[in-house]
């Protein structure tokens, strides 16, 4: 018994990776419309914000990343399927590789807002909440693998062999189509 409860303990351990500062929102969560209407208001207020990169440009001692807000869902993470509802940059002191914060790379900042810089989109220049970051988290990309869709235990449909029966055993193979023939056939 001490034994099934230590594993189950375990894999709700391994669901809660997110850090606390992402996951949770500050006490005076501040919305990113809130904060743009009056940014003096709100200097040196902590800030959980998250959207979509735009942009990364390194410094000597530190990086900007502009991000397209969305707003986030309960666990911190970035709501594209909402309106966005503006740009916000962040500091890092640490060197962010463009490699890695791609562009539309969903991502989640909690920090402090320090005020404002100004950035030039296309041919205008907009002043764009600037917040210093402590904790930056990238979202992982979730890639579906439909090869195998399974409706039960060891029995199920593969559209690349042409449908059914298909058993990953040795028991069935793929069904033969005219169209569709497997690289090698058991004896």
């Given at each position: ?12 351990n ?17 919305s990113?419309t ?7 208001n ?8 998250g ?7 390194n410094?000597?001692?530190f ?13 911190g993470?970035?709501?594209k ?10 500091k890092s ?16 900042v ?16 907009m ?7 402590t ?7 979730y ?31 793929p ?13």
């Open positions: 018994m001490k034994r099934y409860l230590f594993t189950i303990c375990l894999l709700l391994a669901c809660s990776t997110l850090p606390t500062a992402i996951k949770n929102p500050p006490l005076n969560d501040i990113y809130e904060a743009i209407l009056n940014i003096a709100y200097k040196n207020a902590p800030v959980r914000w959207g979509i990169i735009v942009d990364v440009e410094e000597q001692n990086s900007l990343v502009q991000v397209l807000y969305y707003p986030l869902d309960s666990d993470e970035p709501q399927d909402k309106p966005n509802q503006g740009r916000f940059v962040f002191p640490e060197f962010l590789d463009p490699a890695v914060y791609t562009q539309n790379t969903e991502i989640t909690a920090g402090t807002l320090i005020g404002d810089i100004e950035r030039t989109i296309g041919k205008k220049v002043r764009l909440p600037l917040i210093s970051a904790t930056i988290y990238r979202w992982p990309v890639v579906y693998d439909n090869r195998y869709d399974s409706f039960g235990y060891g029995y199920g449909y593969n559209p690349y062999y042409g449908g059914y029966p298909y058993y990953w055993g040795n028991y069935y193979w069904s033969a189509s005219p169209f569709i023939r497997p690289a090698f056939r058991p004896r």
